[in-house]
Each structure stands twice: as C-alpha cells, then as structure tokens.
C-alpha cells in the first residue's frame, strides 16, 4: 500500500537516481580511477602534472540538459585519449567495459588542463521524464529534482570510504544567455581550485564563476527537509 502510494505520488525520483548511480556504477568505478590515473601518468609524465586532479570530475547540470559529445558543446574541450579500461563481470554480462575519457580543456592564454570529465549521466532520465506527458513531471519538478539528486549525491558520496578523494563534482545553472565556453570555464575554475589548494599560484586567483553552486546555496534554493519531497504536476 505504501508502495502504491509513493509510486502515484512520484516520490523519491531523485533520492533513488542518486542512490542507483552511486551502488550500480560510482562505487564500482572511483576506487579505480586513480590507478588507471597513475598509469596513464607514467606513459605521459607532462600531461597529469597535478595528482591532486587525478579524480572523476562529474558535471551536474541542473537544467539536466547533457550534450554527448562534449567537444561539440564547447570548442575549448578536446577529447584526448579513454584511460584504462575497467572489465567486471556484472548481473549476468561477461567482462562488462568501463571506462573514462580523459579530456584538454583550453584556457583563455591557450594553457592546456587535463582531466577526466564526464556527465551525470541519471540527470538525462529526469530530462526525459520532463518531455514525457506520461511522466507528469514538469519542468518545475525537474529543476527540484536535479538539485535534491544533487545534496544526496554529495552527502552519499561524502560518507564513501572507498570513493575519498576520487571525484569533483561540478554542480552548476547555466545563464539564459548562449555563451559560447561556459562549459569550459566551469570546469576550469573546479581544476584551478583544486592546484591552489595544495600549490602555490603564480598571478590573480581566478573569479569563480557566477554560476557555480555549492551546498549550502543549494540548501537555501530547496526544501529544508531531508525527506525526498512529492512531485507536482504542470504544464511542460
């Protein structure tokens, strides 16, 4: 009965996104990124230079509109080479792929910064919910959703022994303008903050930008309450 209930209701869309996300893949994959890191490191020793970057640098939209192809979304960020592949046996697959794309990301003095870089990829369901009349999920209850997928990510991910130190995530709303390398200044800022955490920089610390969103300003944006909230319906 109270299955039923939280089923027509829509509830915990977001809380179970984040948590499927993390049991079925993050978990399966973070501990790993560092040494297929370190690898790649040592076959390209001038490309990595900061070990402090060698994390899963997770982008999370809160429009939840993801591009596929992230050379296509911005011209700044160019694809380079997948790190080491990750080959498990899962749920009934023999030797299941996983793997990461690590990418150069441009900066406005033509500088090269390298990361792994990838999107959320559970937001794309909560997009496709908001396109679906079946789904009765608005855009209103997307955005509510992207943020509370958001908090609960984080606050799994913080309480992971095994993923500690192995991701960023790079939650962010993007301005009603069309800007041409948002997406690559985003990501910029996460990696200069990251190398003047641990090094010294030489010059002006960089402007973070005025989207970028960290927890305590998302705390205020939605409910208080730590409870997956109900979804309304609304016009699309």
Not at 26 to 38: F, N, T, W
Not at 85 to 108: F, M, N, P, Q, W
Not at 142 to 164: D, M, N, V
Not at 194 to 222: K, R
Request: hydrophobic residues 35%.
């Amino acid at each position: 009965e109270m299955s039923e209930m939280s089923e027509k209701s829509k509830q915990n869309v977001a809380h179970g996104l984040a948590w499927s996300y993390y049991v079925g893949y993050l978990k399966i994959v973070l501990p790993r990124v560092k040494k297929s890191m370190e690898k790649f490191s040592r076959a390209n020793p001038n490309v990595l230079a900061c070990r402090e970057t060698w994390k899963l640098h997770i982008l999370v939209p809160l429009s939840c509109d993801i591009c596929d192809d992230l050379e296509k979304a911005d011209s700044n960020i160019q694809y380079l080479t997948d790190l080491t592949e990750i080959t498990l046996t899962r749920a009934g697959t023999k030797k299941r792929v996983y793997k990461h794309s690590l990418y150069a990301i441009r900066d406005e003095d033509n500088k090269l910064w390298h990361c792994a870089v990838e999107y959320a990829t559970p937001l794309q369901s909560l997009y496709a919910m908001s396109q679906d009349e079946c789904a009765a999920f608005s855009r209103e209850d997307r955005l509510e959703q992207a943020k509370l997928f958001y908090r609960t990510l984080e606050e799994i991910l913080k309480g992971s022994k095994e993923c500690a130190g192995t991701y960023r995530l790079i939650v962010y709303e993007e301005s009603g303008e069309a800007e041409t390398h948002f997406l690559s200044r985003e990501i910029l800022w996460h990696l200069r903050q990251q190398h003047h955490e641990y090094t010294v920089y030489e010059g002006n610390h960089p402007h973070a930008p005025s989207t970028t969103l960290n927890s305590t300003e998302l705390n205020l944006q939605i409910s208080k309450s730590d409870l997956p909230q109900p979804l309304r319906s609304g016009c699309f």
